[in-house]
């Protein structure tokens, strides 16, 4: 064997050995008894308070009733299926391994002031708080840490983008939100012009005559998700010129276009907010009565 190749074998050898004492240092371990162990236990129903500090930005999610609200930096109505899906997230972190017990090492790893802090409550009391750090080497885990304890575990998911959100990433972005299948008639206003589309006897109709079933299911899917791009928080002086109007199930929602914007304003009957959509977004539901009757 030529002597390089002893070379690269004794090389070999010192990386595994230093690999090995590096793991046996105190604070420094591979696996632990906790391993399989969840990160925090609650009950998901009883929180009705959710604080998350991350990198000098808070916020503040607060339940009430049935509905999840934003309560800082700002007022607003947040979206629930996000915030559900955080605290099953929260909830679901099972324990990989124990990475390090050195307080000094929580920078490392960016489980210290770093991270992000989330602390869950349940009428005022604190059920879990733990920080959430970078992503761990195979970029399927992410390093924790449980508020209060020097332990730096590694858990079996990617948990930043559940909680890692800028306030108005927790915004209810809807405009409009119905079950498509309960829509069965929508009217449409441009100005003196109005026509109506409707579900008689299992077949769509405008003003009577047959619309085509694949402009109808697109539009249908579009509306009843209708969702905005922007939210206008600061009001309006004055209201924009309207491009149109649709009523749907007595909720109306008005289009409005400021000349040179590059989004349309959408007020709504059904809440005071005020949004903002690309016109893009606003094709999608502002049909004309010929864009139903064509493609049958």
């Known amino acids: ?6 070379i690269l074998i004794g ?3 010192l990386l595994i050995l230093a690999a090995v004492l590096v793991l046996q240092q105190p604070g420094e371990q591979s696996a632990s008894p906790d391993e399989g162990e969840m ?3 609650y009950d998901s129903a009883a929180i009705d308070r959710i ?6 930005s808070a916020v503040t999610l607060e ?4 509905a999840w609200m934003l309560t800082a930096p700002i007022r607003a109505a947040a979206e629930n299926k996000s915030v559900h899906s955080a605290l099953g997230t929260g909830k679901s972190l099972k324990i990989s391994s124990l990475v390090s017990s050195n307080p000094q090492k929580q920078g490392l790893f960016q489980v210290d002031s770093t991270g992000t802090l989330v602390r869950l409550y349940d009428k005022g009391t604190e059920r879990a708080a733990f920080r959430i750090g970078k992503p761990g080497p195979t970029y399927t885990e992410t390093y924790v840490r449980r508020e209060g304890s020097t332990d730096v575990y590694l858990t079996n998911a990617m948990v930043a983008g559940a909680f890692n959100r800028q306030a108005r990433d927790w915004r209810d972005k809807a405009i409009l939100s119905l079950a498509q299948e309960t829509i069965r008639t929508v009217r449409f206003h441009y100005g003196d012009t109005t026509f109506t589309l409707s579900l008689q006897d299992t077949m769509w109709r405008v003003d009577g005559e047959p619309a085509s079933d694949y402009v109808v299911r697109g539009f249908l ?8 791009d922007e939210f206008n928080d600061s009001g309006l002086t004055a209201i924009p010129p309207i491009v149109g109007m649709i009523d749907v199930d007595g909720i109306q929602i008005g289009f409005h276009r400021t000349p040179n914007a590059p989004m349309l304003t959408v007020i709504t009957s059904r809440t005071p907010q005020i949004f903002e959509v690309y016109p893009w977004r606003a094709e999608q539901v502002l049909k004309r009565k010929k864009d139903f009757l064509t493609a049958q």
């Open 1 to 6: 064997m030529r002597r390089s190749t002893w």
């Open 11 to 13: 090389i070999l050898a």
């Open 39 to 41: 990160l925090v236990s």
């Open 51 to 56: 604080d998350i500090l991350s990198r000098g």
């Open 63 to 66: 339940k009430q009733g049935s």
């Open 221 to 228: 899917s579009s509306l009843a998700t209708l969702q905005c």
